[in-house]
């Protein structure tokens, strides 16, 4: 088979998905690679790693010439806190990355897989059951770059016939590698300090406050079982809508206190990604997907809450 390359290898999903894709397609068939982040050593062991850098054609070119790439998981993006902070660079690695992505795969004839996000949506878009196809006027740099990305890979499906897929995640729950610089984080926060502090005093999104969440072995299978799916079936090849759970700060607090009763939470609220979390959905309706590709996750609050927990104890030791 032809290889299998990864973007953004070290991140909060890339350290997961592959040794999740050696698993299932072989090591052999599979190349990790980063920009600047150094890669784990659970990474390392599982598959080759090499630093690229997406926003430089040169260098992907070679690598998918070097060898022999099929398919990309093209996972290398700057996420929404960080993009509000730094809108030109996310505009420079999430949409040039993204172009120079789909130019090489085109070049090479490769399939490319893309994650877009709740990012995508905004003020003016229904947030109680999203539906898939809706209004899109997001107000943040990681929005306008996700929508510029969602278009760009349907265009290169219509007018090349290209093999360009995505899914559109929301907050992902992990505890192999935190993620950075985006408005979900506070609820992979909350497990850490949890386990340390047995509090989170510091919650930066306001009680109240609903977004859709997923845990990280999900996210894996979405991507997985979207580039597997019958092309004939797949009505939104770019951005299905997938989630897995929705809730406020207190309700994964209440979750988190069935197994450490004297956890509390507080908040600290952090204006900048209250307004981003306010912009976007209580909670998608990902019924496209379900129907499309059989999308159906594994974990809800309470099996997540349960899973995160013991692993994330056994992961810091404690
Ligand atoms: N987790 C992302 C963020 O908060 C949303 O896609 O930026």
């Known amino acids: 088979m032809k290889r299998i390359l990864v973007t953004g290898a070290c991140g909060q999903v890339g350290s997961e998905l592959v ?17 600047r982040t150094k890669p784990g050593q659970e990474l390392l062991d599982s598959a080759a790693f090499y630093y690229i850098d997406c926003t430089d054609i040169k260098c992907i070119e070679e690598i998918i010439k070097q060898h022999n790439i099929g ?18 660079l996310a505009w420079n690695v999430n949409v040039g990355g993204l172009y120079n992505i789909l130019e090489a ?29 809706t209004i899109q006027r997001p107000n943040t740099m990681y929005g306008v770059s996700k929508v510029t990305g969602e278009l760009l ?69 979405s991507a997985i079982d979207i580039m597997e799916a019958d092309s004939e079936k797949l009505n939104h090849r770019n951005a299905y809508n997938v989630t897995a759970m929705s809730f406020a700060p207190e309700d994964v607090a209440k979750e ?27 909670k998608m ?14 974990y809800d609050l309470p099996a997540m809450a349960v899973d995160m927990l013991n692993k994330l104890s056994a992961w810091l030791k404690i």
């Open 19 to 35: 040794p999740a894709l050696c698993d299932r397609y072989g090591a052999h068939n599979v190349i990790a690679t980063g920009h």
């Open 71 to 88: 398919t990309i998981y093209h996972l290398a993006s700057i996420l929404s806190a960080k993009a509000e902070a730094n809108p030109q």
């Open 105 to 133: 795969a085109r070049e090479h004839h490769c399939s490319v897989f893309t994650p877009s996000t709740i990012g995508v949506f905004g003020l003016s878009t229904p947030q109680d059951n999203t539906p898939q196809v």
């Open 153 to 221: 890979c349907d265009y290169y499906y219509h007018k090349y016939g290209m093999d360009t897929r995505g899914v559109r995640w929301p907050g992902l729950i992990s505890y192999v590698t935190p993620p950075g610089g985006g408005t979900t984080d506070y609820a992979v926060e909350i497990f850490y300090e949890a386990i340390k502090h047995r509090k989170y005093p510091n919650c930066f999104i306001k009680e109240g406050t609903y977004m859709d969440m997923m845990y990280m072995p999900d996210a894996l299978k």
């Open 256 to 282: 988190i206190k069935k197994h450490i009763p004297d956890f509390y939470i507080d908040y600290k609220v952090d204006p900048v990604r209250q307004a981003i979390a306010e912009s976007w959905p209580n």
């Open 285 to 298: 309706d990902d019924t496209a997907a379900r129907l499309d590709w059989g999308w159906q996750p594994q």
